[in-house]
């Protein structure tokens, strides 16, 4: 009787899913499934990602299911039992109308594993996952498979497992880091205001779900730019380089509801504006950035992130901290496929200080359904530009189309 109980509690929540969505499969409400690495090595960890979207036009509830169960297959066919544990929260996904929420669970690749092995998860039949296990490359191919019209859910496709290229490698490796946009306003003169900014981790861990110190490194680049719309020659007013070097971790610890989460981001950063003579700006800082989280059942996360900074290695008489501030008070709450605010506030000596409210609406949940968001930004006081760091700047609305909100 206690396996039996076992049993039922691990397969309930995969019931009550199929349940929810078997009366509104036709209207396009499913679980798409699929490895984050194509892969793995013997007894190590492996990640199963899930996505459960709901475009039924009304909201959906559904339960996520604590485990996963299902059985690897190798190329004779010898079938090896798959377990996998959820990694992330909430125990019950809350999903308006045309949104989607992510899933991990975790699990292991089998220890005497080797050559190309096939996932299958028990409840999903048309779900095959491909794995290669070791070195070599995939000699087969694994025809993708559409979901039948009788299955609840809408299925993960399975590709043959090739060994990374180097660009493959790169592309895992690179990633978003602050937001990237394109926004103009009119306030004095056509301006617009452009970032972009990436990071690269400089080691990929072996687990996922349990990564080492060195694994947690990153290279950042970040570029601002400032640029005169209106003046014949259309010149660039200032444009901000913002290269670091940091160590960063979205979750170090969290509550046993897992709703509360503290991150941490802590480095070294130099900014300069590539100008000589008087127009010459650089500087450089320390910083350390605790990230204090709260997910909510609702889909939404809410982050408060000050950045503490320390500078080092920076002409003590051009005033940098007088203007920007020894904290940047951050705080930031993103509903899932929905909704971005923050804000920004700096502030400095002598009533100098700065305020950045940032707004993002996900294109996709328009009349345009593109990728991308529409993207507000409103910045009144210091520090626009490096260049005019010690210069307070007019009220400035701009609005245009962000790609990383």
Request: glycine share 8%; net charge neutral.
């Amino acid at each position: 009787m206690p396996a039996f109980c076992h049993a039922l509690s691990r397969t309930l929540p995969r019931l009550l899913l199929a349940a929810l969505l078997l009366p509104v499969s036709a209207a396009q409400a499913g679980m798409l499934y699929h490895l984050a690495s194509p892969q793995g090595t013997p007894g190590a960890t492996v990640e199963l990602q899930g996505l459960l979207y709901n475009d039924t036009g009304g909201p959906l509830t559904a339960p996520t299911p604590q485990e996963l169960d299902g059985e690897w297959v190798d190329a004779a066919g010898h079938t090896i039992p798959a377990h996998f544990h959820l990694r992330t929260s909430p125990d019950t996904a809350n999903l308006p109308a045309n949104t989607f929420t992510r899933m991990i669970w975790t699990g292991r690749v089998p220890t005497d594993a080797k050559g190309l092995m096939t996932l299958r998860l028990n409840g999903s039949n048309d779900t095959l996952l491909a794995l290669q296990v070791g070195g070599g490359t995939a000699s087969e191919h694994v025809a993708q498979t559409e979901p039948q019209a009788s299955t609840p859910a809408p299925t993960a496709q399975v590709a043959s497992a090739p060994a990374l290229s180097p660009f493959d490698t790169f592309r895992n490796a690179i990633s978003p880091y602050d937001p990237i946009y394109f926004i103009v306003g009119n306030n004095g003169g056509a301006t617009a205001r452009f970032q972009l900014s990436l990071k690269y981790r400089l080691f990929s861990p072996q687990d996922p779900e349990h990564p080492r110190f060195m694994d947690n490194w990153y290279l950042g680049y970040t570029q601002t730019s400032l640029w005169d719309l209106h003046s014949n020659s259309i010149p660039f007013v200032d444009t901000t380089y913002n290269p670091s070097l940091f160590w960063a971790r979205e979750s170090l610890l969290q509550s046993s509801n897992k709703h509360w989460f503290l991150g941490l981001n802590t480095g070294f950063e130099h900014k300069s504006n590539g100008k000589a003579g008087d127009d010459s700006r650089s500087l450089n800082d320390l910083y350390i950035q605790p990230e204090f989280n709260y997910r909510s059942d609702s889909g939404s996360t809410l982050t408060f992130m000050p950045r503490f900074k320390h500078y080092v290695w920076t002409d003590p008489s051009m005033g940098y901290p007088n203007s920007l501030g020894y904290v940047d008070w951050k705080l930031r709450w993103a509903q899932d496929d929905g909704l971005v605010l923050s804000g920004l506030y700096r502030q400095g000596t002598g009533g100098r200080n700065a305020t950045q409210i940032e707004a993002a609406w996900p294109l996709k949940r328009t009349f345009l359904h593109m990728n991308g968001y529409l993207y507000a930004q409103y910045f009144r006081g210091y520090g626009e530009t490096l260049l005019g760091y010690d210069q307070k700047n007019d009220p400035q609305f701009r609005v245009g189309i962000a790609f990383v909100p």
